[in-house]
């Protein structure tokens, strides 16, 4: 193993950018996961993909070869759902691909009058009638949700815009402040700090987005190391976060 890891007992790894490109695994991320399993090395999974819900994600991840546990794997749509739950809530509005509604079960979907309104990733589904909705919703009382505000998301087509717009477009025209229940949440990552059981200075979260990712977590005093794969671009070195490590790719670990 490299001798970065000598620094830290523990990781916190992002998914979408670090381990996948859309569907495409990146180039040696399955033996670095399990170069670090063999190693005893904990780590646990801690993503704002909002496209999946976890049970899903954990299938998807499982069938191109990597080997995860449904209780290693954080999402920003299940951080939602139980925050929905912890505020005993009845009713939302999603703004969601439908597998990752199914994280949300036993609440109501109500177009009309809900208590929260959810937004996460709809991809082209983003519409001004469903927007309009939701403005709607939220004018009447509603709660809004975010599940992340990032900007924008690499795939293999190129950057395309991600859920962060819409928030906060909505945020705008409402006046009004989501709550956002993924990264950089301290709420977040304060979940995954109390599973592992480890201090922040002995862990680092390994992202490619160098705002969400390093200096959410530089927040928590966990270090950041930022990967060149996924969302990373050259300017992003110039907007005064340094990371703690930069990072070719996830397979610098081995």
């Known amino acids: 193993m490299s001798k970065l890891l000598s620094c830290v007992d523990g990781l916190l790894i992002d998914i979408d950018g670090v381990l996948m490109l859309g569907d495409e695994v990146i ?36 069938a191109r070869g990597f080997d995860v546990t449904l209780d290693e794997l954080y999402t ?13 809530a009845k009713s939302y509005l999603p703004l969601l691909l439908p597998d990752a509604q199914l994280e949300f079960a036993g609440i109501d979907v109500d177009e009309e009058t809900p208590e929260y309104v959810v937004v996460g990733d709809l991809g082209a589904s983003f519409t001004f ?49 989501a709550v956002v229940v993924g ?31 390093v200096l959410g977590a530089k927040r928590m005093g966990i270090q950041g190391w930022l990967v060149k794969t996924g969302r990373f671009r050259k300017e992003d070195l110039a907007r005064g976060i340094w990371p703690d490590q930069i990072l070719n790719s996830i397979v610098d670990l081995i």
């Open 27 to 62: 180039p040696g991320a399955t033996e670095t996961i399990r170069a670090l399993r063999d190693r005893q090395i904990p780590f646990r999974f801690m993503t704002n993909t909002t496209v999946y819900c976890r049970q899903t994600l954990l299938e998807h991840l499982n």
């Open 183 to 213: 990264k950089p949440s301290e709420a977040y990552f304060q979940s995954v700090l109390d599973d592992l059981g480890l201090p922040p200075a002995r862990l680092a979260l390994i992202g490619d987005d160098i705002e969400i990712d």
């Open 76 to 88: 920003a749509t299940y951080s939602a759902a139980r925050y929905l739950r912890q505020q005993q």
């Open 129 to 177: 009638a469903r927007l309009n909705r939701a403005f709607r919703a939220l004018l009447n009382g509603a709660r809004l949700v975010a599940l992340h505000k990032k900007r924008h998301w690499r795939t293999p087509q190129g950057l395309f815009l991600d859920a962060g717009p819409f928030v906060v477009a909505l945020e705008y025209a409402t006046e009004s402040n």
